[in-house]
């Protein structure tokens, strides 16, 4: 019985010490997480009036402004459109991409002075000085859309698939719609490939048609501009 005791009062006494060396390992490793938390979130700050960059303050208008008129360059344009997977991407993989390892991840980037590169990724997230900016708040909902716009009005010019893409088979109509999803493109199909692409502006009315084949006597491609629902002629 007492050779019992014994035992209980060993094991009892492990498990107190197993107990405090875990509490304070977790406690070191939560303090470190923090401060690298605390680290990042004290280079970046998103409030409701504008954004902290390395303590420099810049109004929501500010920001618009100098997001409009910096340089931007896009990357990874002809992807074909798909919904992001995640609204948040961790900072490894951040870093990774950003540093060439993962290139693939980023789609456009901007450099604004003073702040700092502007970056969208494929999966959809936002960076803004290398910082991760929360899903939902107005710095990146405003860069997601302005990339959105470049990125459409891009295509637009070069004659190419808009990232907002999709197809539509003669079998299934012999025209395209006039609206569609603001900012995309959409391809009419045939037995010999695409007959037509149009592209749909912001308010999802058609803007533009590049004719590939058609009856007549023309030169192809070419194309017609849509104005008030009514489309241009030859």
Do not use: C
């Amino acid at each position: 019985m007492k050779t019992g005791k014994k035992h209980l009062s060993i094991l009892l006494i492990f498990s107190l010490l197993f107990g405090v060396f875990s509490l304070t390992s977790s406690t070191v490793v939560n303090a470190e997480i923090s401060a690298d938390l605390n680290e990042q979130d004290s280079q970046v700050i998103v409030s409701d009036e504008g954004i902290f960059v390395d303590g420099i303050f810049y109004s929501e208008e500010t920001f618009e402004e100098l997001l409009a008129t910096s340089p931007y360059t896009e990357t990874q344009y002809d992807l074909e459109y798909t919904e992001p997977v995640s609204s948040e991407i961790s900072t490894m993989s951040i870093s990774a991409s950003i540093g060439g390892i993962g290139a693939g991840l980023i789609k456009g980037t901007w450099w604004i002075p003073g702040i700092g590169k502007v970056v969208v990724t494929a999966v959809g997230s936002v960076i803004v000085a290398g910082a991760v900016i929360k899903s939902g708040t107005w710095v990146h909902n405003k860069v997601k859309a302005y990339f959105a716009e470049r990125s459409y009005e891009n295509a637009k010019k070069k004659g190419s698939k808009a990232p907002k893409h999709s197809n539509q088979s003669t079998a299934s109509g012999s025209s395209l719609s006039r609206t569609g999803t603001p900012l995309s493109s959409r391809d009419l199909l045939d037995n010999k490939g695409t007959k037509q692409r149009r592209y749909y502006g912001k308010n999802g009315q058609a803007e533009l048609d590049i004719d590939y084949r058609h009856a007549g006597n023309y030169k192809f491609p070419h194309r017609h501009t849509w104005k008030n629902g009514v489309r241009s002629g030859h």
